[in-house]
């Protein structure tokens, strides 16, 4: 089975995660220590959707992000740009908008939504300013992104046990439950480089987003990072 690697060429991302599609909520449960429905719910507070919202969920997968925003009333578009994500997402959300669609080109015309949100995905393109200019260029002025992603523990302790654990425990967790093994080195991988809070803010900054901030979640394994669209 295929894993990308750092250059995270697209086309070999879209085949990983095709073949990880359907167990792709075990796998961001076993990244996340088992905490990914208590992060859904604080993303949804940070959110707050609204009826007649439109929101534009990027990386949307199958779907698992999406849900709670559609069933708070918004108008919700998925994008994913795995057909394999999107064939599980259609399958098992029917009632969901799937989209296929590439984050450093979306196929939106500038102005569209009230939110742009991205959980789990920004660290797998491979140009992550580019989409955030990308994401920018869709949303409405005085509209909102939101980006949920891994990111650095703030106890330097506990950073380190928790890299230990992706580099080490998670791929031999991933020989007994996983069709492709190799994919979650890849994601380990990606978490482990990905920029730390303060220079993803810098970077939203940079892209034109306004008032960059983000909160921590169990201690900076996630953090939401928040932006808004000047007028």
């Not at 399958?91 to 939106?108: E, I, Q, S, T």
């Not at 569209?112 to 990308?134: H, K, P, W």
């Not at 303060?198 to 953090?223: D, F, I, Q, R």
């Amino acid at each position: 089975m295929s894993r990308a690697d750092l250059g995270k060429d697209p086309d070999e991302v879209s085949s990983m995660f095709d073949g990880v599609a359907k167990r792709y909520d075990i796998v961001n449960d076993l990244l996340s220590l088992g905490q990914t429905k208590r992060w859904r719910k604080q993303v949804q507070s940070i959110i707050n959707p609204q009826p007649g919202m439109a929101i534009l969920d990027i990386a949307a997968g199958p779907g698992s992000s999406s849900e709670p925003l559609f069933k708070a009333g918004a108008d919700v578009t998925s994008l994913d740009f795995s057909e394999g994500m999107l064939a599980q997402g259609r399958k098992a959300r029917p009632y969901l908008k799937f989209v296929k669609g590439d984050a450093l080109n979306l196929p939106f015309v500038e102005n569209t939504f009230d939110v742009t949100t991205i959980s789990f995905g920004l660290r797998n393109t491979n140009d992550y300013q580019r989409a955030l200019r990308e994401a920018l260029r869709v949303t409405k002025p005085g509209g909102r992104m939101v980006i949920v992603e891994f990111s650095t523990p703030t106890s330097r302790i506990f950073r380190t046990i928790y890299m230990n654990y992706l580099m080490k425990a998670l791929p031999k967790i991933a020989e007994r439950t996983s069709s492709n093994p190799a994919a979650y080195i890849y994601l380990a991988e990606s978490i482990r480089a990905w920029p730390t809070q303060e220079e993803l803010a810098e970077k939203m900054s940079a892209s034109g987003w306004k008032s960059p901030n983000w909160v921590n979640l169990t201690g900076g394994v996630v953090a939401v990072h928040t932006g808004i669209k000047g007028s």
